[in-house]
Structures are given as structure tokens and as C-alpha cells.
């Protein structure tokens, strides 16, 4: 007996993954690169007390500077994409709440949290050529310097994590509520350097207990 079937996957928050376009990341990329030289304006958008990574440095992108380079448009059409695909719904606002950068080497992590606003994203403007491996053999793939979503617990036919290889111009919009954490990587002095945001849209978008 033949059977064909159709996966559905109706409960559980959704995860839409993009590419950052190329000129952009350079541009990104150019911006953090005089910062970080720039003791002034590190000190300036430093965001680290904010934030929970035990990490080199985070700061924010000045909001200018997002807007000018093209970084907050993209941020909004690609979210707008996600809610119709996910609602069936188009979103009149998108604001957003801060975007910023997280620099880390071998050895700092990010532990498990979860951010404010609606919606949030996180993706990879440098990542390093190794990530390093297993001290031991294992069965199993080497987490450090994943990204790692996470969504209530293990049960049957229904995983409670989402392990994201980071990848160059890679990257993820998720709900805000939805926990995760970056493990730390070794066998390696390059940088990992991420970006993320938070952002609000309509409400009554967001808020589905309003009906």
C-alpha cells in the first residue's frame, strides 16, 4: 500500500530565516570596524549593562545610521513578509526598539534569555573559520558557536530546540518570547560577530488574546 502525506506543522511559533544582501553586510561590517576603533562612540553606544552575554563588546547601532544604510528597511520588509506568511496579515507599523551588535571570541557565550518588544532576529556578519570540536569522540554534532532556539520541553513528535549553525549573511526572525542562547566556541582567536534587533508592530497583530 502506497501512502502519501502532507507534513503540517500548526502549533508552535515560527522561525523565518533571510539572507542579508551582500553590499549590506559590508556596510554593517565597515560601521562596527569604526566603532570599534572609536573609543568615544564605543563608549557612547556601549549596550552591554543591557544585555546578558559575557562577551567582548556590545552596542547599539546608532538608529541614523540604520536607516540611512538600509539596514531598518530591510529588517521591515522582511518581517512584514514573515506576518503575512504566518497571518495572513499585513502590518501597518513596525518600530523599531534597538539593534545592536554582539562581538564574541573564544570562550564567551550568551546564556539562555529572551527579549522585549514582538518580534526579534538575530543573524552573522563574521564568524570564524573554526568553531573548534569535541575533546572526546562523539556521536553527535559540536554545538559551540551555535545559536540555539529553544520552546518549552521534549515530547513526542515535538522537538523543544532549534540549533542554527551560524553562517555569514544568514538570518533568523523569531517571536520575542522565544528563548535562546550562543554557546561558546574554541580553537580559534577570530571573531564571531553578530546582529540582532527588537521591534513592535501592530498590536492587535501581536496581541492574539484581543481576538
Known sequence: MEIKGLRIKPFGPSIFKVSIPNPLIKVLNDYVDDVVTNKKKSSELD????????????????????????????????????????TEKKITQFKILESWIVRQFENEYNPIHWHGGHISGAGFLKVPETLGDWKQKKNHNYAGGNLELVHGSLQFTSKSKFEIVPKVGDFYFFPNYLMHTVYPFKNSNEERRSISFNAKIDNNIYNVYEG
Open 47 to 86: 549596550y552591554g549593562n543591557s544585555l546578558v552575554g559575557d562577551v567582548t563588546q556590545e552596542f547599539k547601532l546608532d538608529s541614523e545610521f540604520a536607516k540611512s544604510c538600509g539596514w531598518s528597511k530591510f529588517l521591515e520588509v522582511c518581517a512584514a513578509k514573515w506576518i503575512e506568511l504566518e
